[in-house]
């Protein structure tokens, strides 16, 4: 039986894209989260778990019966640990077999009584995640926005409705005279003159 203050608290599942310099901001953002008062549960696929169990990172969590880790198959059979490197075959395996498995996990974490957790009350992923909005929808649990991402951009030529997050996120922005957008349009720009 979970105990009263357990069911108090909000509780965030919280899942990077599994590729180097996704895990940890969502460490941290998971961590500032906790410090708020929410219980998390922090996934991973299990390739990369494994990585982080050899990292001091989770120790620093250890004794935090609030702070959880969980893992999700990585839908890949491989021994290889540069294979969670490998960003199409990440974006491949996470579109077709992780569904069904965080699927499960959310199902398994709402079982409160066999968890001693809260029910999940929100699914926070990274934005090449899809599948999670799949699962929290199914489970009636909200995926944090904020609304920045569908903000119509109107100023760029022959791209009538474009959202924000149709444009790749390493030049996301609302401002024409952002540094990264001016670079990548110049170097198009030349590119077409070589």
Not at 60 to 68: D, E, H, I, K, V
Not at 87 to 102: Q, R, V
Not at 146 to 151: H, I, K, Q, R, V
Request: charged fraction near 20%; include cysteine; aromatic fraction near 6%.
């Amino acid at each position: 039986m979970a105990s009263p203050d357990l069911f108090g608290k909000p509780h965030a599942v919280c899942i990077p894209f599994p590729a180097k310099g996704h895990i940890k901001p969502m460490l941290k953002l998971a961590k500032l989260l906790h410090l708020k008062g929410f219980h998390i549960t922090s996934v991973n696929i299990e390739s990369n778990h494994q990585r982080l169990l050899k990292s001091p990172g989770p120790c620093a969590l250890g004794g935090l019966s609030s702070f959880r880790f969980e893992t999700i198959p990585d839908g890949r059979h491989t021994s290889d640990i540069d294979a969670t490197q490998d960003i199409p075959l990440l974006c491949d395996s996470a579109s077709k077999n992780s569904l069904g498995p965080f699927r499960d996990l959310l199902s398994k974490l709402n079982d409160s009584a066999s968890m001693d957790v809260s029910p999940v009350t929100c699914v926070v992923s990274d934005g090449a995640m899809s599948f999670t909005l799949t699962a929290a929808e199914e489970l009636h649990a909200k995926c944090i926005t904020n609304g920045y991402l569908d903000e119509v951009i109107d100023w760029i030529p022959g791209m009538k409705g474009i959202r924000l997050k149709d444009i790749p996120t390493f030049i996301r922005t609302t401002n024409r005279n952002d540094i990264m957008l001016n670079y990548i349009i110049g170097e198009i720009e030349r590119a077409q003159k070589a």
